[in-house]
C-alpha cells in the first residue's frame, strides 16, 4: 500500500465521517426547530370561565410530546409577577390540528385509562401528550385591585431528539389577556357584592 492510498483512505473516512455528522446535525436542528414551532402553535395559555372564588387559565398540550408546565405567569402593567396555582388536570384536552375540532375526553382505546398531568418536583406540572390542566388566580394573589394585566407567559421544557430538555417561554395572545382582565375584574366585582 502507497503512502497516497493510504492518505485519500484517510481523506475518504474523514470526509465520509464529516458529511453524515452534518446531515445528522442538520436533521436534529430541523426537528428541534419543527417540534418548538408545533409547541407554539399547540400549547397555548386560554382562559376558563370564572367562578365564585378564581379566575382561570387552561393550558392544554394538543402535541404528542410529554412537556413540563414550570411555570404560569402573569405580568401586571406595573411589571408585578403573579405566578398562578396549579388545581389539577381538566380531564379535557383541545387539539387545535383542525379548526372543526372540539374538546374531547381523552380516552386510550385499549385499557381505556386515562393519562393525567399531576405536579412533579418544584411544584412543576407535568403534561402529557393531548391532556390539559387548570392554573387559578385569586385577589389574595394580587397586590392592588386595579392591577391590569399586561401579559400572560406560560414557561416549559420538552425533550429535544437526543432527550435533553429544552426551555421556551410560549406568550398567550393579547385577547387572551384582555379576557383574563375582564374576567378578574367580573370576579372582583362580584367578590365585593357578595
Not at 20 to 29: D, E, I, Q, R
Not at 143 to 164: E, H, K, M, W
Not at 177 to 185: E, H, P, S
Request: hydrophobic share 40%; net charge negative.
Amino acid at each position: 500500500m502507497s503512502l497516497l492510498s493510504i492518505v485519500q483512505s484517510i481523506f475518504g473516512t474523514v470526509t465520509s465521517f464529516v458529511i453524515w455528522s452534518g446531515l445528522v446535525y442538520l436533521f436534529y436542528v430541523l426537528r428541534n426547530r419543527s417540534l418548538e414551532h408545533k409547541l407554539r402553535q399547540l400549547i397555548r395559555p386560554s382562559r376558563s370561565d370564572p367562578d365564585e372564588d378564581r379566575v382561570h387559565v387552561i393550558c392544554a398540550n394538543g402535541t404528542d410530546v410529554r412537556v413540563t408546565v414550570r411555570d404560569v405567569r402573569l405580568i401586571t402593567t406595573d411589571d408585578n409577577h403573579i405566578s398562578l396555582t396549579y388545581l389539577g388536570d381538566t380531564g379535557d384536552v383541545i387539539s387545535p390540528r383542525r379548526p372543526n375540532d372540539i374538546i374531547a375526553r381523552r380516552r386510550n382505546g385499549v385499557t381505556m385509562s386515562e393519562e393525567k398531568a399531576g405536579l412533579i418536583e418544584r411544584n412543576f406540572v407535568e403534561l402529557p401528550a393531548q391532556t390539559a390542566g387548570l392554573w387559578a388566580l385569586t385577589a389574595a394573589q394580587v397586590g392592588q385591585a386595579d392591577s391590569r394585566f399586561a401579559q400572560c407567559l406560560l414557561v416549559i421544557d420538552y425533550p429535544t431528539l437526543l432527550n435533553t430538555r429544552k426551555l421556551m417561554v410560549v406568550t398567550a395572545t393579547d385577547d387572551i389577556v384582555a379576557a383574563l382582565n375582564d374576567d378578574f375584574r367580573t370576579y372582583l366585582a362580584e367578590r365585593d357584592l357578595g
